[in-house]
């Protein structure tokens, strides 16, 4: 035996909510801009995410890995010689 006629529509929202109402103080494309600017979010591991308490403490961790692979590709570049 079913629960509900299978004409009715499935519908979550319940009877008392006024679709209309709830609609009402949206903006539409509110977000957009930065959607289409783009994002990089990056999800850290676990462990990872245990030690950095906010995501500025990542950017300087990861600037300091900039500068640190700078740093080596210049010691690298130090000792080449220039056939020109």
């Keep these: 035996m079913k629960s509900k006629d299978t004409t009715e529509m499935?519908?979550?929202l319940r009877p008392e909510y006024n679709l209309g109402e709830l609609l009402k103080g949206g903006v539409r494309g509110?977000?957009?801009?930065?959607?289409?600017?783009?994002?990089?979010?990056v999800?850290?591991?676990?462990?990872?995410a245990k030690a950095f308490?906010?995501?500025?403490?990542?950017?300087e961790a990861l600037r300091l890995v900039i500068q640190l692979a700078e740093i080596q590709q210049?010691?690298?570049?130090?000792g080449v010689k220039s056939d020109t």
């Design 10 to 12: 499935d519908d979550e």
């Design 30 to 41: 509110k977000h957009v801009a930065r959607y289409r600017a783009g994002t990089n979010l």
């Design 43 to 48: 999800l850290l591991d676990p462990d990872v």
């Design 53 to 59: 308490p906010d995501e500025a403490a990542v950017n």
């Design 74 to 78: 210049g010691k690298k570049r130090v």
